[in-house]
Every structure is written in C-alpha cells, then in structure tokens.
Nanobody, 121 residues
Framework: QVQLVESGGGLVQAGGSLRLSCAAS????????MGWYRQSPGKQRELVST???????NYADSVKGRFTISRDNAKNTLFLQMNNLKPEDTAVYYC???????????????WGQGTQVTVSS
C-alpha cells in the first residue's frame, strides 16, 4: 500500500508560478515511476509529466519549457514546478505512483486525492 498526499495548489494569475508537492508513504521502496496528471471539468484526465526512479523525465507538449518535475527519493517526495502558468492550466492535479512487484511481476497505480490549481486571466 502506498499513500500519496498532494499540496501546493491554489489561485494564481496568468504568468505566475506554483510548486506542487506529493508526499508518498507506505511501501515506497517499490515505487518506480511517479508523475503528475490533471483533469479539468468535462475533460479526461491527462498526463502532465512523469519521472522514473532513475530521473528520466517526460512532459506533455503543452507544458514543455514551463513545468519541471523532480523527486527526492530520500524523502519520498515528488515535485512539480509550474512557471508561466496559463488559464488553460486550470485543473485538479493528481499525483501518481507506479508500485512494482517483481515476483510475481505486476504493477499497481496509486493516486493522490488531487489539488486544485486555478489560473486567472
């Protein structure tokens, strides 16, 4: 079992910045990739960014150059630095962790409760 708790959301003006955090607890030693996803009203949840345990990152085209994902493996914490925010970034942001079992081989996805990010124009 893994528990994920996000923080850092809020209301910001366009062009501003926010930093999201996600604290993981429980069986964290078997977590591989972690990531951020977001969902706005009437839309499907979409990938924002992911990072592997080795530090390889991936970004949605819409956030490249503006958002930076990072993780502190020692503190089991995931971050998302969001700069130059736009109104279209408004959404609930969810933290995700992929927990890996080696024997037998399977993955489990864990999700946080979400944190609201609202960008005003």
């Amino acid at each position: 079992q893994v528990q994920l708790v996000e923080s850092g959301g809020g209301l910001v003006q366009a062009g501003g910045s926010l930093r999201l955090s996600c604290a993981a607890s429980g069986s964290t030693s078997s977590i591989n990739a972690m990531g951020w996803y977001r969902q706005s009203p009437g839309k499907q949840r979409e990938l924002v960014s992911t990072i592997t345990s080795g530090g390889s990152t991936n970004y949605a085209d819409s956030v490249k150059g503006r958002f930076t994902i990072s993780r502190d493996n020692a503190k089991n914490t995931l971050f998302l630095q969001m700069n130059n925010l736009k109104p279209e970034d408004t959404a609930v942001y969810y933290c995700n962790a992929v927990w890996v079992s080696k024997f037998p081989r399977y993955d489990l996805n864990y999700w946080g409760q979400g944190t609201q990010v609202t960008v005003s124009s």
